[in-house]
């Protein structure tokens, strides 16, 4: 089965920078080819994707990412990275990596049915 961990998260003031990674183990795919990215799920409200990252390596965000964000991968260590700078309150979210175990090209964000493993999630928390 595999397993994505996440970790990373935390409490952090406006205006701040957490790095989340998300370790992929026991897969039977390659993790370099594969479509991957990162969701959040704020309390009451439907869980979106942030960022993600094709096969060819492109990458999509979130309008509200602004430029904030940035999803790597190190196909080495088979771990997918979300470094997030000038982090708003807005940004307080559960934040979980999922991937599609296969190759994919993206051309617009995926919504989360898209995607098939899920981790089990890493709380950043944003205060003002």
């Known amino acids: 089965q595999v397993q994505l961990v996440e970790s990373g998260g935390g409490s952090v003031q406006a205006g701040g920078s957490l790095r989340l990674s998300c370790v992929v183990s026991?897969?039977?795919?390659?993790?370099?080819?594969?479509?991957i990215g990162w969701f959040r799920q704020a309390p009451g409200k439907e869980r979106e994707a942030v960022a993600v990252i094709d096969t060819a390596g492109s990458t999509l965000s979130g309008d509200f990412v602004q430029g904030r964000f940035t999803i790597s991968r190190d196909n080495a260590k088979a771990t997918l990275y979300l470094q997030m700078n000038s982090l708003k309150p807005e940004d307080t979210a559960m934040y979980y990596c999922?991937?599609?175990?296969?190759?994919?090209?993206?051309?617009?964000?995926?919504?989360?049915?898209?995607?098939?493993?899920w981790g089990q999630g890493t709380q950043v928390t944003v205060s003002s």
């Open positions: 026991r897969n039977t795919f390659s993790f370099s080819r594969a479509c």
């Open positions: 999922a991937t599609t175990g296969g190759g994919c090209y993206y051309y617009s964000l995926p919504t989360s049915k898209a995607l098939t493993y």
